[in-house]
């Protein structure tokens, strides 16, 4: 399905019924990595996986700012009149998911965030570099904004008021302190690390995240 939400046209994905969540994915992927976990989840919520800006069947832009899918999000969330749903985001959709809750206090009923970065130090040095090189090949902006941004403050932590539930892998590329910096700021966030996870294992194509998604936020 599509929507336009803030002059862009995002395809979505909506599967299950009950209490609603919203899934956003990580850089450079879409909806489909959590296809496996949107089926599980989807016996218990209704389950809304867009694919942001740039990104899958979405509509593509030239330059990418986590402001503009923060907003994305904001008004696919009130167009589709979906109350006080659950936030899920993964890496890029972790942070839009912190700048969200953090800028719209009453939006949501619970965040969920996976390997999210606070800045650009966030990165561990060789994936960083990594990111950088394949800057100079990929034409869209999807490397370029991790260069630049976000830049996630404490007084933004602090100000976010839903229960929130921190979750990176052992192995993560998010550097482990700012992972706990996130847990530690948040009032009340819980922490969450996957023993001998990467980045993405634990998420991408598995149901390890939808069945702790299940183990912390009620149905």
């Known amino acids: 399905m599509y929507i336009t939400v ?5 395809y979505y994905e909506k599967t299950g019924a009950g209490r609603p969540l919203v899934m956003v994915h990580c850089n450079s992927m879409d909806h489909k990595i959590f296809r496996k976990s949107a089926r599980m989840l989807s016996e218990h919520f209704t389950v809304y996986c867009p694919d942001s800006r740039d990104h899958g069947k979405s509509e593509k832009v030239k330059t990418l700012h986590y402001e503009d899918m923060v907003e994305d999000m904001v008004q696919f969330i009130m167009a589709l009149g979906l109350e006080k749903p659950v936030f899920y985001g993964f890496s890029d959709g972790g942070i839009i998911g912190l700048i969200l809750a953090s800028t719209h206090p009453d939006l949501l009923s619970a965040l969920i965030v996976s390997g999210a970065s606070l800045n650009p130090d ?25 260069m630049r941004e ?4 404490d007084e933004m932590l602090q100000s976010i008021r839903v229960p929130t539930f921190v979750t990176a892998g052992e192995k993560d590329v998010i550097k482990p302190a700012h992972t706990r910096h996130i847990a530690r ?10 023993p001998k996870a990467g980045h993405t294992g634990y998420i991408m194509h598995s149901t390890k995240i939808a069945e702790y998604i299940l183990s912390v936020v009620p149905c």
């Not at 803030?6 to 995002?10: E, H, I, K, S, T």
């Not at 700021?185 to 996957?194: D, S």
């Open 185 to 194: 700021t948040v009032p009340g966030a819980k922490l969450k690390i996957f």
């Open 6 to 10: 803030n002059g862009v046209r995002l």
């Open 122 to 146: 966030s990165t561990k040095e060789l994936p960083m570099k990594f990111f950088k090189l394949w800057s100079h090949v990929d034409r869209s902006d999807k490397m370029r904004i991790m």
């Open 150 to 153: 976000p830049d996630i403050t």
